[in-house]
């Protein structure tokens, strides 16, 4: 238990301006850079960071430093972020991605395609255009660094499932990354392989 | 080891999270296979450079944004959580016994009553019961026998509404097993049963006035 969360906590709920602007200033980067990425949109990001904030100061009496106050507000932010996304439009997403579970494991190429530094604002992205189930397992495991047991507890998904998610993912950034880096005029490989085909 | 099985380690792989004997397994056929060698540093490099992307600052008005929010609930009724749903479930069977054409069917359950008389404690499962109780008399309206058939669109968008709501409500009660008490479960679980009691409303009422129509043609 930390008594320094406890010690904010109870400033904040007792009404304490400053120490909830503190509260705020802290974490609010880390949340954002999750629940942008999470939702691949920079405005709904910011609506959501404010209702999770708004959230945390109505939940504050809830709290009872159990995990520290990021983990806390880490928690009221992925699900602010999995009830957006639902509320978003899952079908329309789940569809997609059932076309996206067919994505064979392919290494087309016998070298290295994905640049050895790949640049931050590339990287965001193809992360933003990944399908929202696979990108949410991604930015949980390989961007916040949780394990595979983690991430199914915070998605209520399988183990499984989390590891197929993660793999979807990294194979459809592998293409997005190799797609961007491919020269001015060159076919795109499926074009290629379309054209050989006929 | 071929390249299917190693399709299916590569990740562990580079995660470091095989045993030490996959993990030379693993190693051996990336030694001898160039594209599963390729694929496994293009993934480790994709993993690598994930693990740099930081903390993003929002922009100033966000921070503004709350302080106004916050300002303006102050000087509201304080709410508390899921128990601002509370008056929610308490009102839907008089709700829903307000519709003329399920009000012939259904008796109108006090909710109401009940849920200002038990203890903070048991409000939970009370308000889960009152919308369940909703949930089930609506549902069953909207099968019966004689009950009109939705236009396809409007089915096609109801199921489908159903069926995320369901996964919804699912999961909250999945979560809620392990950690009966955690608020944030409680929270998704009857919004989620919230708006399905709204959504059954809608289509009861689209029943509703189907029939009303038949009936107008067919006096």
């Known amino acids: 238990m930390n008594q320094a969360d406890l010690d904010v906590a109870r400033r904040c709920r007792a009404g304490d301006p400053a120490a909830f602007e503190a509260l705020y200033r802290t974490h609010a980067g880390r949340l954002f850079g999750l629940v942008s990425r999470m939702l691949g949109s920079a405005p709904e990001a910011e609506d959501v960071l404010q209702e999770i904030f708004v959230s945390a100061h109505r939940k504050m009496g809830g709290f009872r430093g159990e995990s520290s106050l990021g983990t806390w507000l880490y928690r009221i932010a992925v699900n602010h972020c999995l009830d957006q996304l639902r509320s978003r439009g899952a079908r329309m ?6 076309l996206d579970q ?15 530094a790949i640049s931050r604002i590339d990287l965001e992205r193809a992360i933003a255009q990944l399908p929202h189930g696979c ?13 595979h047991r983690e991430v199914a507890e915070t998605l209520g998904i399988s183990e499984g499932t989390s590891k197929s998610q993660v793999h979807k993912a990294r194979m459809r950034l592998r293409r997005l990354l190799t797609a961007r880096i491919r020269k001015p005029g060159a076919a795109h490989p499926q074009l290629v392989k379309l054209v050989k085909a006929l | 080891m071929t390249c299917d099985d190693a399709a299916l380690l590569i990740d562990d792989h580079v995660d470091g999270s095989c045993d030490p004997v996959t993990a030379a397994a693993v190693g051996r056929h990336l030694s001898t296979c160039e594209r599963c060698r390729a694929v496994a540093a293009d993934l480790s490099r994709i993993r690598a450079a994930a693990r740099t992307l930081g903390p993003v600052a929002p922009p100033e008005h966000v921070w503004a944004g709350i302080q106004a929010t916050l300002q303006a609930q102050d000087t509201e009724a304080p709410s508390a959580g899921w128990r601002q749903l509370l008056p929610a479930a308490a009102g839907f069977a008089l709700i829903v016994s307000g519709l003329s054409w399920v009000g012939m069917r259904l008796p109108a359950a006090p909710v109401g009553v009940q ?21 089930d008399d609506l549902e069953l309206i909207a099968t ?4 009109p058939a939705l236009a396809e669109p409007a089915f096609v968008a109801l199921h489908a509404s159903l069926v ?32 399905k009691v709204v959504l059954l409303q809608d289509a009861v009422a689209l029943l509703d006035q189907d029939r009303t129509d038949i009936e107008g043609l067919n006096p």
Request: proline fraction near 4%; charged fraction near 35%; hydrophobic fraction near 40%.
């Open chain 2, 164 to 195: 995320d709501l369901d996964e919804a409500i699912d999961e909250a009660r999945e979560r809620l097993s392990v950690e009966p008490d955690d608020e944030f479960s409680q929270d998704s679980l009857l919004t989620a049963l919230d708006n």
């Open chain 1, 93 to 98: 997403a789940r569809a997609t991605e059932s």
């Open chain 2, 115 to 135: 849920l200002a008389e038990v203890q903070a404690d048991d409000q939970f499962q009370q308000a889960e019961a009152a919308y369940q109780t909703a949930i």
């Open chain 1, 135 to 147: 990108r949410a397992a991604f930015i949980l495991h390989d961007v916040e660094g949780l394990d």
């Open chain 2, 144 to 147: 019966e026998a004689d009950a």
């Open chain 1, 102 to 116: 067919e994505e064979a494991f392919e290494p087309a190429s016998a070298e290295p395609a994905v640049p050895s």
